[in-house]
């Protein structure tokens, strides 16, 4: 519904929500696809995948920083800095993760981290936003969605590392996961469909 949404109108003005979305969408499939194969095989290749959407969540994040500056008071965060902090985070997340007899759980918290701070950009759009002349209600849905989705992936990823304690938190952090990112995606949905006419809200 998403991708359909954008091509009806909007891929021009978010074409890096577009190829995060096909992205997300095909690898969905390719999962349920070799779900059959051996497991050592299929945590390779979603880890991969998984580290893949992560560097296109925060291309999008830039990206919407951009649009949302060109109607704010302040400058916005130059994204050089933005993409050298998650560089850093990265780099120490690993460092202070690295375990390679439980490679899972070593992905797990990395991909953590660096959620977390894609969630700290996404507060740092709204604030953009809400000093802006002009506030631009799509743009504000659009950064809204993405933050439910990524403030469930470290609620859930968080459940499932303690789920080594508690094995009843596992499918709860899995669930989590999987309605945020619904939700976040019908929001997009919802503002990628509307009127051009409606993206500006009232001063």
Same mark, same amino acid.
């Given at each position: 519904?998403? $991708?359909?949404?954008? *091509?009806?109108?909007? /891929?021009?003005?978010?074409?890096?929500?577009?190829?995060?979305?096909?992205?997300?969408?095909?690898?969905?499939?390719i999962?349920?696809?070799?779900?059959?194969?051996p497991?050592?095989? =299929?945590?390779?290749?979603? =880890?991969?995948?998984? @580290?893949?959407?992560? /560097?296109? /969540?925060?291309?999008?994040?830039?990206? @919407?920083?951009?649009?949302?500056?060109?109607?704010s008071?302040?400058?916005?965060?130059?994204?050089? =800095?933005?993409?050298?902090?998650?560089?850093?985070?990265?780099?120490?997340s690993?460092?202070?993760?690295?375990?390679?007899?439980? @490679?899972?759980?070593?992905?797990?918290? *990395?991909?953590? %981290?660096?959620?977390i701070?894609?969630?700290?950009? %996404?507060?740092?759009?709204?604030?953009?936003?809400?000093?802006?002349?002009?506030?631009?209600?799509?743009?504000?849905?659009?950064?809204?969605?993405?933050?439910?989705?990524?403030?469930?992936?470290?609620?859930?990823e968080?459940?499932?590392?303690?789920?080594?304690?508690?094995?009843?938190?596992?499918?709860?952090?899995?669930?989590?996961?999987?309605?945020?990112? @619904?939700?976040?995606?019908? $929001?997009?949905?919802?503002?990628?469909?509307?009127?051009?006419?409606?993206?500006?809200?009232?001063?």
């Amino acid at each position: 519904m998403v $991708i359909a949404a954008l *091509i009806r109108g909007g /891929i021009r003005r978010y074409p890096l929500v577009f190829a995060y979305s096909l992205a997300l969408f095909l690898s969905t499939l390719i999962n349920i696809g070799i779900s059959a194969v051996p497991k050592t095989l =299929w945590e390779t290749y979603y =880890w991969t995948i998984d @580290f893949v959407l992560e /560097i296109m /969540i925060y291309a999008v994040l830039i990206g @919407f920083i951009d649009e949302a500056g060109r109607n704010s008071r302040h400058k916005p965060v130059a994204r050089h =800095w933005l993409i050298l902090a998650a560089a850093v985070v990265f780099a120490g997340s690993y460092l202070i993760r690295r375990n390679p007899q439980h @490679f899972n759980l070593q992905m797990t918290l *990395i991909i953590r %981290d660096l959620n977390i701070y894609a969630t700290i950009i %996404d507060l740092l759009l709204w604030s953009l936003l809400a000093t802006a002349r002009h506030p631009n209600r799509r743009l504000m849905l659009l950064i809204g969605g993405l933050g439910l989705q990524l403030t469930g992936a470290v609620m859930g990823e968080s459940l499932r590392h303690l789920s080594r304690s508690f094995r009843s938190l596992l499918m709860a952090g899995i669930l989590l996961e999987i309605l945020t990112g @619904f939700v976040g995606l019908y $929001i997009w949905w919802r503002a990628l469909r509307a009127s051009p006419a409606t993206e500006r809200a009232p001063t």
